[in-house]
């Protein structure tokens, strides 16, 4: 069943690219946003995309990333021409970098007793969930180097340790905010990234497809709850440095 246009999140850049057309008018209000893709598919280029055109629309946004400090990432916004700086100075948008480090701690440096709880921290940071819109690249990074979460998993209780951080996503998203969270299904066991497939409203897919001696990106849409207007099943795109993302080809469901 679909929804207004206007009850939901645009993408924005409606006369720059096509992503907001394609995904059918923006991201339902309430949803768990999930993008899978292996190393080098696209998944920051993607969030980038999304967290620029949300904030030209007027929405807040809080970007977490595991592998950017605020200096690379504006870097790289700047190379797709996504000025985010008077976002950032305007506090539309909250940049914040997790610095796992090396090691599976924290900082690199912590004892194996010292390793934080990541889960825990993320959930306790208040501040980052206020936004409208909370996007974690990479969220695989932090299950992978939360010690209570690795036990969990060692224990094959995997789905026990998805649970609570489960539980307070959907706490979050019951205010109308949305979560978008990518991930790199390689670095997880099936069955720890399953139970975050199954509550994903909205579950998108991005792959690497050789043709000739070219490689393609397309998005793969899984699912899509609370549509707007149509979606396309597959997009094509490409990632191009000082224009940003592009829609190269469409497939319709």
Known sequence: MSIATNDLFSLGLKERDRINKELGGG???GSIVLVEGDYGAGKSAISQ???YGLCEEGHSVTMLSTELTVGSFLDQMHS?????VEHLLDENCLFLHAD???GNTFSGQEEEGDRKELLKRLMDAEVMWDSEVIIIDTFDAIL???PKF???VRQNEERQAALEIISFFRDVISQGKVIMLTVDPSTLDEEAIGPFRAIADVFLELEMIEVGNDVRRQISVLRFAGMGEQVGDTIGYSV??????VIES???A
Do not use: C, K, Q, W
């Open 144 to 146: 992978r180097n939360d």
């Open 240 to 245: 191009r440095s000082g224009t940003g993302i």
């Open 80 to 84: 797709l021409d996504y000025g985010m």
């Open 49 to 51: 995309r999304f967290a």
């Open 27 to 29: 991201i339902p209000p």
């Open 100 to 102: 796992i480090g090396d």
């Open 150 to 152: 690795e036990a969990l």
């Open 250 to 252: 469409r497939s319709v």
